[in-house]
T-cell receptor, first 111, second 115 residues
């Protein structure tokens, strides 16, 4: 059972375009994290959101946590080739290291 | 501060063998979690150790086991390897303390290939 549905799975866009990645669940999470992973490497933490309705910005990346803490989105403005990678959302339900990951969004930004 | 290190980075084994993977967490971190990443299943949680005790466990068979030492370093063992165990095994560390948000810092992974 996939508790976190991430969409789209694949995204290929041109440099300068905007995009949004969605992460949805029927379950409530105490926090939700977004990671970016490059080939041959481990995921790198981008942001953690913990409060329903919270919005966080990281340069051209905007992260939002749904009011009910069941869903989240990542919006990238004016994408650049350096944004290429696998974007993963992960939810935590309680204390401890268990994270539930979405399937990931493979983003390719072409110059 | 040094990041999470994993050894070895690459490993090739044959079916039926066993393998041990090692992980050194970020200094001061007491929680170590292990994940399996495959193209079909994505990232799946194996188990978490905190202060040498298993605190959380995923839905993997008993062939997958782990342990944590007093210096927080952790090892993961897979016995009787199967072809389907071929994957990237990721270790992640966190402070693991109450009130934290489970932010995980991942190592580069060990790529295991089972032939």
């Amino acid at each position: 059972t996939q508790l976190l549905e991430q969409s789209p799975q694949f995204l290929s866009i041109q440099e300068g375009e905007n995009l949004t990645v969605y992460c949805n669940s029927s379950s409530v999470f105490s926090s939700l994290q977004w990671y970016r992973q490059e080939p041959g490497e481990g995921p790198v933490l981008l942001v953690t959101v913990v409060t329903g309705g919270e919005v966080k910005k990281l340069k051209r990346l905007t992260f939002q946590f749904g009011d009910a803490r069941k869903d989240s989105s990542l919006h990238i403005t004016a994408a650049q080739p350096g944004d290429t990678g696998l974007y993963l959302c992960a939810g935590a339900r309680n204390q401890g290291g268990k994270l539930i990951f979405g399937q990931g969004t493979e983003l390719s930004v072409k110059p | 501060k040094a990041g999470v290190t994993q050894t070895p980075r690459y490993l090739i084994k044959t079916r039926g063998q066993q393998v041990t993977l090692s992980c050194s967490p970020i200094s001061g971190h007491r929680s170590v979690s292990w994940y399996q990443q495959t193209p079909g299943q994505g990232l799946q949680f194996l188990f978490e150790y905190f202060s040498e005790t298993q605190r959380n466990k995923g839905n993997f068979p008993g062939r997958f086991s782990g342990r944590q030492f007093s210096n927080s370093r952790s090892e993961m063992n897979v016995s009787t390897l199967e072809l389907g165990d071929s994957a990237l095994y990721l270790c992640a560390s966190s402070g693991g303390l109450a009130g934290s948000y489970n932010e995980q810092f991942f190592g580069p992974g060990t790529r295991l290939t089972v032939l």
